[in-house]
């Protein structure tokens, strides 16, 4: 199955840190609409964005089409579940020659159900869930956005920047469930 979306919030989010904080997209004189960040401004979004660690979490070349692959960030803690997709159809955010490359937290905003078991993923239709607490799904090709379900927040997804062959996580859009702050584990 092959998607493909012209929205221009699809377009807002595949700024990298690098665009957000060195002015290199036009956008970024202007105000950025994201998904859990309504109408802030590009100046505080790469605040925002700055206060996150940089790190390498997979290699674009080993990443394999539909195979979700596990990781934590932005720490190790408790519900920094992750995954990383090469998703089959261009994506909100997507990194790569395709743009299909994303990554979201694996936690369902609803009441923190994980979603990174083995089912979890939809390749069919490029969602993760349903979850198996109270069955939402979320749109990852999307920014995460809620498909259907007892959810209303979109799963927080991951930044990405690609160095080389090298996937590094350098951001989060969305807040991550059961944290008052990303950053802020306690
Ligand atoms: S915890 Fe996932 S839908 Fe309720």
Redesign the pocket.
Known sequence: MSKQTNDTSVQSACMTRRAFLFGGSAAVAGTVLLPGLPGLESKALAAEVARYPRKRIGSLKALQLNQPVKFNYPDEAQNSNSLLFRLGAVAGGGIGPDQNVVAFNAL?T????LLDGAGSFSAADQALGP?L????SFDLTRHGMVIG???TESLPQVLLELEGDDIYAVGMLGLIYGRYDNLNTG
């Open positions: 369902c609803h009441m923190g159900g979850c607490l109270h069955q939402t379900g007892h959810a």
